[in-house]
């Protein structure tokens, strides 16, 4: 069974920026990957960005140049620094791990934006 406990969300002005944590617990294993994705009201869940346990990251193109994810394996935790964060931005944040056949989420933190 694998745990995932997300932290950092909040309100932020346009332009500012927030830095979310997850950290994983339980079965862990050395070749995952980890990642967020968003869910903004009335939308469908959205990734945002991914990253491998060897370093790989993919984005979404909508936050390509303002957001950066990165993980510290030695303690199974994913981060995604949000700058220049916008409006549009806003949505309940999700953490994701996905190793072997299974996947594994956290219970969401929201971020809003305002204008």
Not at 1 to 9: A, D, F, H, K, T
Not at 51 to 75: H, M, W
Request: a positive charge; one cysteine or more.
């Amino acid at each position: 069974q694998v745990q995932l406990v997300e932290s950092g969300g909040g309100l932020v002005q346009a332009g500012g920026s927030l830095r979310l944590s997850c950290a994983a617990s339980g079965s862990i294993f050395s070749i995952n990957v980890m990642g967020w994705y968003r869910q903004a009201p009335g939308k469908e869940r959205e990734l945002v960005a991914t990253i491998l346990s060897g370093g790989s990251t993919n984005y979404v193109d909508s936050v390509k140049g303002r957001f950066t994810i990165s993980r510290d394996n030695a303690k199974n935790t994913v981060y995604l620094q949000m700058n220049s964060l916008k409006f549009e931005d806003t949505a309940v944040y999700y953490c994701a791990l996905f190793q072997r056949v299974h996947d594994y989420w956290g219970q969401g933190t929201q971020v809003t934006v305002s204008s």
